[in-house]
């Protein structure tokens, strides 16, 4: 079975050819580009929105990409059930489109963050965390806007539904707010739809897939999806 990814492009993306260029050329899946004012996602298995300043962040970080003609095809897609991945500037594409809960504001510290980081897999039993070799992964995060943030009432539904997907945490799996880095509360990096078809992570797994890079542990969520899909 041949699984294709489809990799959006919006004016200001930074990070779509470094999405391409993980999923194509180190693990060697089928990935098409897909141009924001198209709406045909071209029989895709997988929708990954990559991070960048869709229309450089005017109004709200994502507020004008989720308005693009290709965002109406991307919530029918995930509506039916269809896989879909908001990294960094996507996640803030889906929480404007509703098709996940809450928001994501400044950093605590107003600051620019680019740094490696850890996460732990709170929830194992997902469309992108079931082939996990290990629960705890470093990889890189560089936002401004990465604070997540959502109303008690929304944040006791997250944690009762187990949509939490990765939370931050030390190397040794700590979570506590030293190792959160930008203040996210309950130190949440990703969280998934009520239907575990749609994932939002403010880290970058696409910058941790190239063994040159001597970082890899982001390859273990785009398998886990691949895996996934084949086992279908």
């Known amino acids: 079975m041949k699984i294709k990814f489809g990799v959006i492009v919006f004016p200001g993306s930074n990070c779509d050819h470094d999405a391409y260029y993980s999923l194509r050329k180190v693990l060697n899946y089928d990935v098409k580009f897909l141009w924001h004012k198209d709406s045909d996602l071209s029989d895709c298995d997988v929708i990954v ?3 960048g300043f869709s229309y450089g962040d005017y109004l709200r970080a994502g507020a004008i990409a989720k308005l693009s ?3 109406n095809s991307v919530i029918e897609f995930a509506e039916k059930g269809g896989i879909v ?8 594409v889906l929480v404007e489109t509703g098709l996940l809960p ?10 620019f963050i680019c740094k490696d980081v850890y996460i732990k897999a709170a929830n ?4 992108f965390t079931n082939g996990l070799s290990k629960n705890i992964l470093k990889i890189p995060i560089a936002h401004g806007e990465g604070n997540y943030y959502a ?8 944690v009762k539904n187990d949509q939490i997907v990765f939370k931050y945490c030390s190397e040794d799996g700590l979570i506590s707010d ?9 130190s949440i990096a990703g969280i998934q739809n009520i239907k575990g078809n749609v994932l939002g992570m403010m880290p970058h797994p696409e910058r941790s897939c190239d063994p040159s890079l001597f970082k890899t542990d982001g390859a273990q969520i785009f398998n886990s999806v691949f895996n996934f899909l084949i086992s279908r």
């Open 49 to 51: 929105l990559p991070g």
């Open 69 to 71: 003609p290709i965002m």
């Open 85 to 92: 991945i908001g990294i960094c500037n996507g996640f803030q």
């Open 102 to 111: 809450g928001v994501l504001i400044k950093n605590s510290n107003l600051r």
């Open 124 to 127: 194992t039993n997902t469309i």
């Open 151 to 158: 109303e008690k009432e929304v944040i006791d539904n997250l």
């Open 178 to 186: 030293e190792f959160n880095p930008n203040g996210s509360i309950l």
